[in-house]
């Protein structure tokens, strides 16, 4: 494992309404977990909507944010190298497990031949029990089984930063640790820098050999 | 969304300027023009209290009565088969009403309920009813209002219930002990009309203006305010076209009074139902209940005219020397359209044409509206955005002449702000509940937010997409008032030559076009209607 920087930020100022959360300078290096843990509400998911670029116009947040050195905080999402996993995993529905995932292979990827394409995919669903449901469409699969896509198709886009919004609270707590462990260690192996929001401080105790920092939400100020 | 601002101006450009042309107009009007002495010309015209009355009666009863149908009947609208997420908008029966033109529907429910029109022949008993469909009242107007207003309104009202946890909260009305019945009324009723305020004073407008069902249905009756002032624009007299901006600008003002007639009916029922919240129900109020489960037999019923009323159009057509009281024709055949067919057919394509473009036009400013939305997080007053239903077309169809040419290209503008519209009301409310997520998903993955647009959000919203489509495609081929005076009478399109044969008696010649305007909405409709199943899944909450 690298320990690189990969993704690092200026100091944060976040205000929206009467409130104003001040968070220090984030540093995460390349395989490691950055873990934001606060109650709910607290405006946690705002920094990762921020990290990605899409904050609400309620919200002022000011910072800086760097990837791999280069600030990519004035950049589009889809130039940000940065892949987010949501509570709810929002696999399209409309599509197929493999098509899901098809429509995340990175773009230089997408230029060869479909089935390579294809054999790219199934190779990854195969890593994960998964290859037979390619087929299916997402609302057939289980909790767990749509969690693990999502996480593959996050992972599949080959990100820099991968950014998860409580992806495993809907989940049992054995399922919960099981994903989490498998999803923390194919992000180290892949010397990917993770930032995950959770309020629950079981979320972080992972067994596998990621460096896990967790970060305290400081409260409002204001 | 890249610079959202530069593609709002776009939709600014092509809707927002002809209703700017309001502006400069009216100025003009007010201030270079004698305007006392016009308006005194206008009031003292022969019969002009009888037009005003004719308009503002029409638009007040066919308001007042399709409201109460639409509200008796919505309870039951959201059955199985009309609720998105099971299969489709509406039903293929609900897709044969609101495919079918108004003029359509005006020759065939005419000729069934005249007084030697089919439903007499089949029954024959003497009736005080009978004259009264002669096309010699307003009340035949009324009830052709009344039918094609009506299943728009449901339209509407389903739209709006997607957006209501009406089920919940019959659920919890339940558990304290109130009847289904009465838990609708009292609580989903008042949260469903707020929701249907603009549909319905698109209603009241569209009744106080309407100019070709007038001419229609009632062309031997003094005629309403908005087809005189039609008929003073036709006249190409300076003084004539004065009279007729002046009333038109009277009922922009009528139009006006209307919607806040919509709002007091909406303030009525909601503190009818706020009262009966706190007490028990009156004999009248438990009888209005009960009477009200005719409601559940109004779409079907619908359903069930509107097949009467093809067979009707196809009979007509297709019959040959149909003689009263003769139940049938005396021979059946093609003679009619193999005569017409060069005829119909010409205006038919450029119906078909016109109706593509403007649709197409339509759509991709709605999708520009949708979107400038979302990435500025605020919302553009859905008045402000249906203010084309809510000023009377003929208005602003009077406002344009002046600026616009007689081509086709200006006649495809002239509808454009029209289709919008009603494209906006069917996307905005599905694409309003869409999980955007869904795009930021996407664009982490590489893809440009419009390419992410197309690959995800396109395909998830592609009923809504594909409904508004083909409501623009309707609404342009029903255009009548900007088509003629824009087209200054170049641009012939199916609607503008059936009205100009409507004057005429030749009933047969009148059901080839409604029948063939049919064909042509039901041939849009046939061929834009959405296949996969999964494509509304995406609309959230």
């Not at chain 1, 929206?16 to 873990?35: E, F, I, K, T, Y």
């Not at chain 1, 670029?53 to 760097?66: A, F, S, T, W």
């Not at chain 2, 009340?139 to 957006?163: H, N, Y």
Request: hydrophobic residues 50%.
């Amino acid at each position: 494992m690298s320990d690189s920087v990969v993704l690092s930020t200026s100091p944060i100022h976040i205000r929206w309404r009467d409130h104003q959360v001040d968070l220090p300078a984030l540093q995460v290096n390349s395989g490691c977990v950055l873990g934001v843990m606060g109650p709910s509400g607290s405006g946690k998911s705002t920094l990762l909507r921020w990290l990605l670029g899409d904050v609400p116009n309620y919200v002022q947040v000011q910072g800086k944010i760097y990837v791999c050195g280069e600030r990519v905080d004035a950049l589009p999402i889809a130039k940000r190298s940065m892949g987010i996993v949501f509570q709810d995993v929002l696999l399209f529905p409309h599509l197929s497990v493999l098509d899901n995932l098809l429509f995340a292979l990175p773009a230089e990827y997408r230029k060869n031949p479909r089935n390579d394409q294809v054999e790219r995919v199934v190779s990854e669903l195969e890593q994960v029990q998964l290859v037979k449901y390619a087929k299916v469409l997402p609302t057939a699969l289980s909790g767990g089984q749509r969690a693990r896509v999502g996480l593959l198709r996050a992972l599949i886009n080959e990100p820099r930063v991968l950014l998860l919004d409580e992806p495993f609270a809907a989940l049992d707590q054995s399922l919960r640790e099981r994903i989490r462990d498998w999803a923390f260690q194919r992000c180290q192996e892949r010397g990917i820098a993770t930032v995950m929001v959770s309020h629950q401080h079981d979320d972080f105790n992972t067994t596998t050999e990621n460096q896990v920092a967790v970060m305290q939400w400081p409260e409002s100020q204001l | 969304m890249r610079y959202p601002h530069l593609l709002l101006i776009i939709v600014v450009v092509i809707v927002g300027l002809p209703l700017l042309a309001v502006v400069p107009s009216v100025a003009n009007f007010v201030w270079n023009q004698d305007l006392s002495n016009v308006l005194i010309q206008l009031v003292d015209y022969p019969g002009f209290t009888t037009m005003l009355s004719h308009s503002a009666v029409a638009a007040v009863v066919t308001l007042t009565i399709v409201t109460g149908l639409a509200l008796v009947s919505a309870r039951y609208l959201y059955t199985e088969r009309a609720q998105p997420h099971k299969g489709g908008s509406v039903g293929m029966g609900w897709m044969g009403i609101l495919s079918m033109p108004h003029l359509a529907f005006a020759v065939a429910i005419l000729w069934l309920a005249a007084p030697t029109g089919w439903l007499w022949r089949l029954v024959p008993v003497e009736s005080p009813w009978m004259p009264w469909f002669d096309r010699q009242y307003m009340v035949s107007l009324w009830i052709i209002l009344i039918a094609k207003e009506l299943p728009f309104l449901w339209f509407m009202t389903l739209r709006a219930l997607q957006q209501l946890p009406f089920e919940r909260w019959l659920l919890v009305g339940r558990s304290q002990g109130h009847s289904e019945s009465r838990t609708w009324w009292l609580v989903v009723i008042p949260a469903l009309l707020q929701r249907l305020r603009l549909p319905l004073c698109v209603v009241a407008v569209y009744s106080l203006t309407v100019v070709d069902l007038a001419l229609f249905a009632a062309p031997q009756t003094p005629a309403p305010l908005a087809v005189q002032v039609a008929q003073w624009q036709l006249e190409f007299d300076p003084q004539s076209q004065l009279l007729a901006f002046a009333g038109s600008l009277l009922l922009l003002i009528l139009a006006g009074l209307m919607c806040g007639w919509v709002c007091l009916q909406e303030r009525f029922i909601f503190h009818w139902c706020q009262r009966l919240l706190s007490r028990s129900l009156s004999t009248t109020e438990s009888w209005l209940f009960r009477v009200s489960v005719v409601g559940h037999y109004l779409p079907k019923l619908f359903v069930y005219l509107a097949i009467v009323l093809f067979i009707a159009l196809l009979a007509l057509v297709h019959g040959h020397g149909w003689f009263y009281p003769a139940l049938v024709p005396q021979q059946w055949d093609l003679a009619l359209w193999q005569r017409e067919w060069q005829y119909v057919s010409d205006g038919a394509w450029r119906s078909l044409w016109i109706a593509m473009g403007v649709a197409s036009i339509s759509l991709v400013l709605c999708v520009i509206t949708a979107e400038w939305q979302r990435a500025r997080q605020q919302k553009i007053p859905r008045a402000l955005l249906l203010l084309p239903l809510l000023v009377p077309q003929i208005f602003l169809v009077l406002v344009w002449i002046p600026w616009s040419q007689t081509e086709l290209l200006w006649v495809v503008w002239a509808h454009v702000p029209f289709s919008y519209a009603y494209a906006l009301l069917a996307y905005l409310p599905a694409e309003e509940r869409f999980e955007q997520r869904y795009l930021q998903q996407s664009q982490t993955f590489g893809y440009s937010f419009w390419q992410a647009w197309w690959r995800t959000k396109r395909p998830l919203l592609q009923v809504p997409l594909l409904t508004a489509f083909a409501l623009a495609m309707l609404v342009s081929i029903a255009q009548y008032v900007p088509t003629v005076f824009i087209g200054g009478g170049r641009v012939p399109t199916l609607t503008t030559d059936f009205v100009a044969l409507s004057s005429g008696s030749n009933v047969s010649m009148q059901a080839l076009y409604a029948l063939t305007m049919w064909l042509l909405c039901a041939v849009v409709l046939i061929l834009i209607k959405p296949r996969r199943k999964n494509s509304s899944e995406g609309e959230m909450r």
